[in-house]
């Protein structure tokens, strides 16, 4: 257990509606990134976060955005939804502001599926 | 910029036998290299990671690899395969002062262990 947790786990939603992925980090944790996981792509990293603020932007779009709350959970956002987007949406935490050095703590990620 | 490149997307090797995921990476600084390993419906965990010093790094689950800066690789082996080995592999580069954008994997190698 990575002490990550990620909700739901599944997702299930048609295109062009709007779906929120939660995760908390591991205790003490005060980094948290988003990646995204296909079949074609692999894993893109989209968005970290430290201490609530973003702290660097990956292979982002513009339809998806996520935040970082006081008590260090974050929310990505998915709007307007493709058929494209159906993949698996990881959370990972780490302690330190960079992940240079210290290693990434995964969630069992949360399964989009649009239709 | 960094990348990842993992030969071969699919391995497959008989219990027992020799374990050999191959990894070269692309960094103009010296990487932080790590491998991470991916259960079915699970997230990635961390087996092994390389920052400085010795450039034979020893893993969890009896995993080793070796890091060749001439060679720019970080093959992970085993010198044993076990059913439970069975997984998703991958390779990932970050280096220090890259800023706080995450890792960079590879497409990942899929381990398959015949009986």
């Known amino acids: 257990d990575s002490g990550v947790t990620q909700t739901p786990k599944h997702l299930i939603t048609a295109t062009g509606q709007r779906v929120t992925l939660r995760c908390s980090p591991r205790s003490g944790d005060l980094s948290v990134y988003w990646y995204q996981q296909s079949l074609d792509q692999g894993l893109q990293f989209l968005i970290q976060y430290y201490n609530g603020e973003e702290r660097a932007k990956g292979n982002i779009l513009e339809r998806f955005s996520a935040q970082q709350f006081p008590d260090l959970h974050s929310e990505l956002n998915l709007s307007s939804l493709e058929l494209g987007d159906s993949a698996l949406y990881f959370c990972a935490s780490t302690v330190r502001e960079d992940s240079y050095n210290s290693p990434l703590h995964f969630g069992n990620g949360t399964r989009l599926t649009v239709t | 910029a960094q990348s990842v490149t993992q030969l071969g997307s699919h391995v497959s090797v008989s219990e027992g036998a020799l374990v050999l995921l191959r990894c070269n990476y692309s960094s103009s600084v010296p990487p932080y290299l790590f491998w991470y390993v991916q259960y079915p419906n699970q997230g990635l965990q961390l087996l092994l990671k390389?920052?400085?010093?010795?450039?034979l790094v020893k893993g969890i689950n009896g995993f080793e690899a070796e890091f060749k800066k001439s060679e720019t690789s970080f093959h992970l082996t085993k010198p044993s395969a076990h059913m439970s080995d069975a997984a998703e592999y991958f390779c990932?580069?970050?280096?220090?002062?890259?800023?706080?954008?995450?890792?960079?994997f590879g497409k990942g190698t899929h381990l398959i262990i015949q009986p």
């Open positions: 990932a580069v970050s280096y220090s002062g890259g800023g706080a954008d995450g890792l960079t």
């Open positions: 390389y920052t400085t010093g010795a450039t």
